[in-house]
């Protein structure tokens, strides 16, 4: 009896010794609570680099900002936003550790970085004695990270910063800045990181690469076929997503045309850009002049039957002019603001091919219209599927009397 009682013992304190240790050795890798619960957080993007950023939008919070927290993690950040863009005044009060302070202008744009601000910077005993840490220049925001991460992740003064909240026009817009600060292969790299994390992302790309097009012909001091052939350079990059780079040649061309309001002139502007492509390479032709039409169609003032004089003299060759005017009807599409709940912007999104002066082309404009409802496909109601029905009749005309049919629904 007395050993079977030693025995039960032993196993006991073995159980209690073996569970002691075990939270023990693993407490340093449980996951740390959230130290900033009433702080609202977006996922933002630099160079490259994804974080999760805590963002300190009142007096209250960046007051506080991240003194006496525990150390970030280094996918972690915060961001103090400010009414309007000033000079900015930092120190490292009650800081456990130290950070590095990124300077940013209200188009995200890296102003300075005040790398390794330390936290023993901060004089407890005379506050006045402290180290300031100043903005370079007025400053609408101001990022605080790890320190060292800045030099570790290669940021640099210029670097624009992506929110991934952002609306779609602001992403094109994000892109455009980006590649004029970054370059190409910067804004291409950032793209895939952005599709690989969201592949909702990939739905916008064509219009982000509108952007790129436009940021990276400024860059090539307005030349076409050297910005064609940046592209091409980054094949490797891009071959799995043809519809998105189709949207960098379009804005090339719309960049291009920028400002060019008469309908002569934008022709004669446009009329030996796309013969200078390489003419062994029909893709690179045929997207050179769709970016034409999107082009003309944004330079004449959304007018289509000025835009389609411009496709209708560009070429001789039929298939190049066709290819321009399916520009002009996608620039149209998108300009009308999609509401699926509206049916007067069910309305609106079609009615643009009604004015054309010559029906010739009715049938290549409406079939645009219905890609632009297969874009919008996230829009689940019975309006898409009704829309897709159409798209599946083999007859122009007979297709053309279908969508039609939906202006007065």
Not at 32 to 61: C, H, L, R, W
Not at 213 to 233: C, E, M, P, S, Y
Not at 275 to 288: A, G, H, V
Not at 334 to 352: A, V
Request: glycine share 4%; charged share 25%; proline share 2%.
């Amino acid at each position: 009896m007395k050993l079977i009682l030693n025995k039960y013992y032993l196993v006991c304190i073995a159980f209690i010794l073996i569970t002691f240790f075990y939270f023990f050795l693993t407490s340093g890798m449980r996951i740390k609570p959230i130290q900033f619960p009433d702080y609202t957080y977006g996922q933002f993007f630099i160079n490259n680099s994804e974080f999760k950023i805590y963002v300190a939008d009142t007096e209250m919070k960046r007051e506080l900002g991240l003194s006496n927290s525990q150390k970030l993690s280094d996918i972690e950040g915060m961001l103090f936003t400010f009414a309007t863009p000033s000079t900015q005044h930092f120190w490292m009060k009650d800081m456990n550790y130290d950070l590095d302070i990124i300077w940013i202008d209200k188009d995200w744009r890296i102003l300075g970085i005040s790398e390794k601000a330390l936290a023993s910077s901060y004089n407890k005993n005379i506050p006045n004695l402290s180290k300031i840490y100043n903005s370079p220049e007025n400053t609408k925001y101001v990022l605080e990270i790890n320190s060292g991460l800045s030099q570790k992740l290669n940021f640099k003064t210029g670097n624009t910063i992506l929110n991934k909240n952002l609306s779609n026009e602001n992403f094109q817009e994000f892109f455009e800045k980006n590649t004029l600060n970054s370059g190409l292969e910067n804004s291409l790299k950032l793209f895939l990181k952005l599709i690989k994390s969201d592949r909702e992302f990939e739905a916008q790309c064509h219009y982000i690469f509108h952007g790129m097009g436009h940021g990276n012909l400024v860059v090539n001091n307005n030349d076409v076929a050297l910005t064609f052939l940046d592209i091409r350079k980054y094949s490797s990059l891009v071959t799995t997503i043809p519809t998105c780079v189709n949207g960098y040649y379009h804005g090339v061309l719309e960049e291009y045309a920028k400002d060019t309001k008469d309908k002569n002139i934008l022709l004669n502007k446009l009329s030996d850009i796309c013969k200078n492509i390489d003419k062994n390479d029909e893709k690179d032709s045929n997207d050179c002049y769709h970016g034409i039409g999107h082009a003309s169609y944004i330079q004449l003032d959304n007018d289509l039957n000025k835009s389609l004089f411009v496709c209708n003299n560009v070429s001789l060759d039929e298939k190049m002019k066709q290819s321009c005017r399916t520009g002009i009807f996608m620039q149209a599409s998108k300009n009308y603001d999609f509401d699926p709940n509206s049916k007067q912007n069910k309305i609106m999104s079609l009615s643009f091919c009604d004015t054309l002066k010559d029906p010739t082309y009715e049938a290549e404009c409406f079939n645009q219209v219905s890609y632009l409802v297969e874009d919008l496909n996230n829009h689940k109601d019975e309006f898409i599927k009704n829309m897709m029905q159409c798209r599946k009749i083999p007859n122009q005309e007979e297709r053309i009397t279908c969508i039609r049919t939906f202006k007065f629904e």
